[in-house]
């Protein structure tokens, strides 16, 4: 990864005109293991898939909750992103404090990315390596944005980062135009559904993933194993089904190939019989 002389400090330009350690600090957040969130217009849902270290070890939380109206899902350095989490925990809580109502999410998406971008102006620091999906609720409605190491920040109807992400966002594209009227309980199977895309043929289960929810008159909270579950044996258990069906089709057809050559072989050996009256 090491380029030339131009990447050993964060707030050293390369002649192109690129900072390099912020770009790794983004190519951090690529080796993370993979988060998903989307949004309708009453609900937002955040997933992330579970990896351990070791078959020895836990997984790491990748969800954190932030207030009952807010909550942020990880990819990257997952340290930088419990120190993220604390930091809009606390701007939350003095923000209710002090005004007496909740915090708009766009004002503390806000905050959050212009502490991002300190640490890209200052050469005793080092940029966050941690992206963050920031999913809420407030007085406009449902929102779902990602904050960048390098201080920017985008709303989203839909997005997945981390490793393997690609095929996440390849699957939220395709369905992104529905999501705005999705119920709760499509909200949570799309985003099951993008889950599975990224584990690329290992099988889904709810041991794997973290499914948590926030929306209208509900908390964010996380979802049990065995709801998760649920949703995942609703569509594990189709392809099953078809292939039982096909194969009692095949199996139909069979035999009716097989009655009518019977009837032929019995013509044959009674030509003297005379036909049966239909």
């Known amino acids: 990864m090491f380029r030339n002389q131009y990447d050993t400090d964060v707030t050293t330009w390369s002649p192109t005109g690129r900072l390099f350690q912020v770009e790794y600090a983004m190519e951090a957040v690529k080796q993370g293991s993979a988060a998903i969130g989307l949004r309708s217009r009453s609900h937002v849902v955040l997933a992330c898939v579970n990896k351990a270290q070791s078959e020895l070890s836990s997984h790491q939380r990748k969800i954190f909750k932030v207030d009952d109206h807010i909550g942020v899902a ?6 930088d992103g419990r120190v993220l989490s604390r930091y809009m925990r606390s701007e939350s809580i003095n923000h209710s404090f002090t005004y007496e109502s909740p915090l708009p999410v ?3 998406v806000v905050h ?12 005793w620091k080092r ?10 609720l407030d007085e406009s409605g ?3 944005y990602y904050n960048c190491p390098s201080g920017n920040y985008f709303e989203y109807q839909a997005f997945a980062i981390g490793s393997r992400s690609q095929a996440a966002k390849t699957y939220l594209e395709r369905r992104f135009e529905s999501f705005g009227d999705s119920s709760r309980e499509d909200l949570i199977k799309d985003a099951i559904l993008a889950v599975r895309e990224t584990l690329q043929g290992e099988t889904l289960k709810s041991s794997l993933c973290t499914v948590a929810i926030l929306g209208v008159d509900e908390p964010f909270h996380f979802l049990d194993q065995e709801a998760i579950q649920k949703v995942i044996d609703t569509f594990e258990k189709v392809p ?6 096909d194969e009692a089709g095949e199996g139909e057809a069979e035999a009716a190939a097989a009655a009518p050559a019977e009837q032929g072989g019995a013509g044959a050996g009674d030509q003297d019989v005379a036909p049966m009256e239909m």
């Open 106 to 108: 766009g004002r503390l």
């Open 142 to 144: 449902a929102h779902l």
């Open 112 to 123: 959050l990315a212009d502490k991002a971008q300190v640490c890209t102006q200052r050469s």
């Open 240 to 245: 099953e089904e078809e292939e039982g069906e």
């Open 127 to 136: 940029p966050y390596g941690v992206g963050l999906l920031v999913g809420g």
């Open 74 to 79: 990880i990819a990257g350095l997952t340290a």
